[in-house]
């Protein structure tokens, strides 16, 4: 059982250059999620699915998409690297309505736009 | 909106010291609360949770209790050590907000030997 795995773990893009954050959860969870962890900011929604067939913005979508590619999977887009995305991605899967919502997390991807 | 601000860091603290980090929140509905912890390199994990007032939560000698008239979940643990340092986060989830969870900035624990 491995829980949300994201990959990859590291990665350094050129401004202007696109790239996918892969995350998989494996714990039959319907509802998942990418946020963004900036210093001092501490963690923010960038979008959400809160079942499969369905994504929703967050607080901060700009410039990202997503794609719940199954139960399982949920992909983070960016089209266009800017530096102002340089930062530390974590995906989370959680059941609604049960556990409270307790949130699951990854183990992060961490970003680096130059 | 619902919201939640922590205490902001860094904490210092010595081993076997009395931990405190101040949490309080503004919600329209009941929320459930909870405080996450991160470990250098690694992602969020569940350290405890309370679902409704005067609920206490405890986990790994952590603790935290549901203060509905001070909307407060401030988090405690009576002897701190070294292996506690980490980043601590309180949480918020509130059906009225779609059961998304709101996250405090984190506040960062430095515990010396």
């Known amino acids: 059982n491995a829980g949300v795995t994201q990959t990859p773990k590291f990665q350094v893009l050129k401004t202007g250059q696109s790239m996918t954050l892969q995350c998989a959860q494996d714990m039959n969870h319907n509802s998942m999620y990418w946020y963004r962890q900036d210093p001092g900011m501490g963690l923010r929604l960038i979008y959400y699915?809160?079942?499969?067939?369905?994504?929703d913005k967050g607080e901060v979508p700009n410039g990202y998409n997503v794609s719940r590619l199954n139960k399982r999977e949920f992909s983070l887009r960016l089209e266009s690297a800017a530096p102002s995305q340089t930062s530390v991605y974590f995906c989370?899967?959680?059941?609604?309505?049960?556990?409270?919502?307790?949130?699951?997390f990854g183990p992060g991807t961490r970003l680096l736009v130059l | 909106g619902n919201s939640v601000t922590q205490m902001e860091g860094p904490v210092t603290l010595s081993e076997e010291a009395f931990l405190t980090i101040n949490c309080t929140y503004t919600?329209?509905?009941?929320?459930?609360l909870f405080w996450y912890v991160q470990y250098p390199g690694e992602g969020l994990q569940l350290l405890l949770k309370a679902t409704k007032a005067d609920d206490k939560g405890s986990n790994k000698g952590f603790e935290a209790t549901y203060r509905k008239e001070t909307t407060s979940f401030h988090l405690e643990k009576g002897s701190v050590q070294v292996s506690d340092s980490a980043v601590y986060f309180c949480a918020l989830s509130d059906r009225t907000g779609g059961f998304k969870t709101i996250f405090g900035a984190g506040t960062r624990l430095f515990v010396k030997a």
């Open positions: 919600a329209t509905g009941y929320p459930s």
């Open positions: 699915s809160a079942s499969e067939g369905t994504t």
């Open positions: 989370a899967s959680s059941e609604p309505g049960l556990s409270q919502e307790t949130q699951y």
